[in-house]
């Protein structure tokens, strides 16, 4: 099967519906399930060229019958996204209505469906894992979305629930590829890692945001904290996959990164091809308490020292900020400094900086004491 679907959102504004196109690929009847989406972050297009170039690579593998698992692949995640052109300039990280970040609080299923779950676990790990999915499931149709926000998150949500493979395709704005994903998920996911070229591959079992990839590990790990002696996996690896920066859009990119995941498919018995073999690592994984997010502590001008993918010391000046304002305007430079040994991950597209912005992860392999808490940049 290889079919377009879409989903109609009804809009929050008169006279408003949004298409949000999708596509079904694979056996229906295949007992594994592969869930793909990007640009949730509206503005995050690179995911969007790399599901443009794989969607041909499993439609061809559908002709073969090729396929052992069945894909819901969403190009597109957060069509209501695409409408926030503010002056030419594209704000496709924040719902502009109620500021919320869309990748940012989704909702802690284990609280929602703990009372249903209480006493019906079994000592099967499969029925087990079914009944959560059944769970969520209900939980989902008895939800009546009151806001074109919550109709998309509860439609991907259901989508991704009983998927075995979850990865949630973004971006940063300039940057290696690299991986977030849950500490248990690792080295489980080196696969993934390797296929992708991730330069790194961060884990944090709850950042303090509620990111989508956070959602279904969040709930597994709950339902076994909750329920000592009953077998409950991690059913779903999820990850979020950082290609590269944000102007990194270009059908080389997207056409190597789709045969990428198509290997790491393959890799897995997901789809039934010959890839060659699996890329050296590039990386091992670390937590995310060990990366550096470098922020400034005045605004100011950036001028970086460091490229990405070098490997810095901590104290080394990284950049120089300089001064836009005071006695010293256009003249005085700061450095800023490394805070930890490691690899410049990421640095800002943008050169102009407000006070407290940040402006490059250094991924290092020795947790910070600053990192705790809320671990993101936004
Ligand atoms: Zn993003």
């Avoid at 080295?187 to 509620?210: F, H, K, R």
């Avoid at 190597?256 to 990386?283: K, N, V, Y």
Wanted: charged share 25%.
């Amino acid at each position: 099967m290889f079919k377009r679907d879409q989903l109609i959102l009804k809009g929050d504004t008169p006279g408003s519906t949004i298409e949000l196109p999708f596509y079904r690929v694979g056996p229906a009847n295949a007992p594994e399930k592969v869930y793909l989406q990007a640009a949730l972050h509206a503005d995050e297009q690179p995911g969007t060229m790399v599901l443009h170039h794989l969607l041909p690579l499993l439609k061809q593998a559908d002709e073969q019958d090729l396929l052992r698992a069945r894909f819901t692949i969403v190009p597109m995640a957060n069509p209501p996204g695409m409408n926030n052109l503010v002056h030419r300039t594209h704000i496709g990280r924040y719902d502009l209505n109620t500021g919320v970040n869309y990748n940012r609080q989704w909702p802690d299923l284990f609280a929602m469906i703990r009372s249903h779950l209480a006493g019906r676990l079994s000592d099967s790990e499969s029925f087990n894992v079914n009944l959560i999915r059944k769970t969520i499931s209900g939980w989902i149709d008895a939800q009546q979305p009151r806001s074109t926000a919550e109709q998309l998150r509860l439609f991907l949500l259901r989508e991704a629930h009983d998927a075995e493979f979850v990865l949630d395709l973004h971006c940063d704005t300039d940057s290696l590829p690299y991986i977030y994903t849950s500490p248990e998920l690792m080295p489980e996911l080196q696969d993934l890692a390797d296929w992708m070229g991730a330069a790194a591959v961060m884990t944090a079992a709850d950042s303090g945001g509620g990111s989508f990839d956070e959602v279904l590990p969040l709930l597994y790990r709950k339902v076994a904290q909750a329920n000592p002696g009953k077998p409950v996996p991690m059913a779903s690896a999820t990850a979020t996959l950082e290609y590269r920066g944000i102007a990194d859009v270009h059908d080389e990119y997207g056409e190597q990164d789709a045969l990428r995941l198509f290997g790491f498919l393959a890799g897995r018995g997901l789809i039934d091809a010959e890839t060659g073999p699996r890329p050296e690592p590039r990386c091992e994984a670390t937590p995310f308490e060990a990366t550096d997010i470098v922020r400034v502590d005045r605004p100011g001008m950036v001028a970086y020292r460091v490229d990405l993918g070098q490997h810095v010391t901590k104290g080394q000046p990284i950049a120089d900020l300089i001064a836009l304002d005071g006695p010293e305007a256009f003249l005085a430079r700061t450095p800023i400094l490394a805070g930890t040994d490691g690899i410049v991950l990421s640095r800002l597209v943008r050169k102009y900086v407000a006070r407290g912005e940040s402006i490059m992860k250094i991924v290092g392999n020795t947790p910070l004491q600053a990192r705790k808490g809320y671990l993101l940049e936004d």
